[in-house]
């Protein structure tokens, strides 16, 4: 029979566009976020964090907005290369967690079409 | 660096038989994560330490799992018995620990299959 397993949302782009991945996050306590990503084989890899004390980070090529208001966190990948394919995890940090602990959220695919 | 490092990068066993899986973490850093990773359940933690010392093992799945970190420079993850439904990326994670210094950095991952 058919395996079930977990559905990942899929932002498909064309290479040189601009891609924009969206989280939304569950808890107004929360303080730090952080972008992930993970590709084939790979265990995930740090791409971005923000504060919450910031609505805006950028880095080389992506840049985190973050909207307290609705509890929500996006990563802007600027002109998009086929190295950018994999899966994009965000996750949050509540305040005065002991030992730095993050909470990931399910991940968004992305598939950049050359 | 090394970054993180896990052994075995691969594990195939039978059902009932133990499985122990291992962590370096990188050198200097206060709190260590285990987490899996399935298609079914995504990326899930499992128990993490910080100071050597477990601070949240809620979720082990089940007494079957049991995790140590006996010095700051190595973990284990113990499944015993093993079963099929615990085949899955298991990973590893390291961070700081200190104020303000949140990223985890994760090792390569052991893929197991259990048969």
């Known amino acids: 029979g058919e395996s079930v397993g977990l559905h990942l949302p899929t932002l498909s782009v064309q290479e040189g566009d601009n891609s924009i991945i969206n989280c939304a996050y569950s808890?107004?306590?929360?303080?730090?976020f952080i972008w992930y990503k993970q590709e084939s084989g790979k265990g995930p890899q740090f791409i971005i964090d923000i504060r919450s004390n910031m609505d805006k980070r950028q880095g080389q090529r992506v840049t985190v907005l973050l909207n307290k208001t609705v509890k929500h966190l996006s990563l802007q990948i600027a002109a998009t290369q086929p190295g950018d394919s994999a899966v994009y995890f965000c996750?949050?940090?509540?305040?005065?967690?002991?030992?730095?602990?993050?909470?990931f959220g399910g991940g968004t695919r992305l598939m950049v079409k050359p | 660096d090394a970054g993180v490092i896990q052994s075995p990068r691969h594990e195939v066993t039978e059902m009932g038989q133990e499985v122990t899986l291992r962590c370096k973490p990188i050198s200097g850093h206060n709190s260590l994560f285990w987490y899996r990773q399935t298609m079914m359940r995504g990326l899930e933690l499992l128990i993490y330490?910080?100071?050597?010392?477990?601070?949240?093992d809620s979720g082990m799945p089940e007494d079957r799992f049991s995790a140590k970190m006996p010095n700051a420079s190595f973990s284990t993850l113990k499944i015993q018995p093993s079963e099929p439904r615990d085949s899955a990326v298991y990973f590893c994670?390291?961070?700081?620990?200190?104020?303000?210094?949140?990223?985890?950095?994760f090792g390569p991952g052991t893929r197991l299959t259990v048969t």
């Open positions: 808890n107004s306590a929360s303080d730090y």
């Open positions: 994670a390291s961070s700081s620990g200190r104020q303000a210094l949140y990223e985890q950095y």
């Open positions: 330490f910080n100071n050597n010392v477990p601070i949240d």
């Open positions: 996750a949050e940090k509540l305040r005065n967690n002991a030992g730095n602990m993050l909470t």
